[in-house]
């Protein structure tokens, strides 16, 4: 399975952002998309998330996440940026593996929110 993420860039304070990123491979189902975020010196963290029926699970109230189930596709978007969503965004899919599930990880795209 590979994830590719894309969308990070530099915002202003108060901006929109929308991150996507697109499942690849030979799969047969992916339980639970999402994103993970890392702030500069801190820990990985569950930025939002949401299952294969559509469950919803976020971090802030700021952040929208969807689904494409046919497309394998993930998209994030975060409104009102802050200074302190600045970090790396990791994509993430838990895909079924016929006898448990594996957790993949994309490579991480950089959001930078400065004026």
């Known amino acids: 399975v590979q994830l590719q993420a894309s969308g990070g860039g530099l915002v202003q304070p108060g901006g929109s952002l929308r991150l996507s990123c697109a499942a690849s491979g030979t799969f047969s189902r992916i339980a639970i998309m999402g994103w993970y975020r890392q702030a500069p010196g801190k820990q990985r963290e569950l930025a939002a998330s949401i299952t294969i029926g559509g469950n919803t699970n976020y971090a802030d109230a700021r952040f929208i996440i969807s689904r494409d189930n046919e497309k394998n596709t993930v998209g994030l978007q975060i409104d009102s940026l802050k200074p302190e969503d600045t970090g790396v965004y990791y994509c993430?899919?838990?895909?079924?593996?016929?006898?448990?599930?594996?957790?993949?990880w994309g490579q991480g795209t950089q959001v930078t929110v400065s004026s």
């Open positions: 993430f899919a838990k895909v079924f593996n016929g006898d448990g599930y594996d957790d993949w």
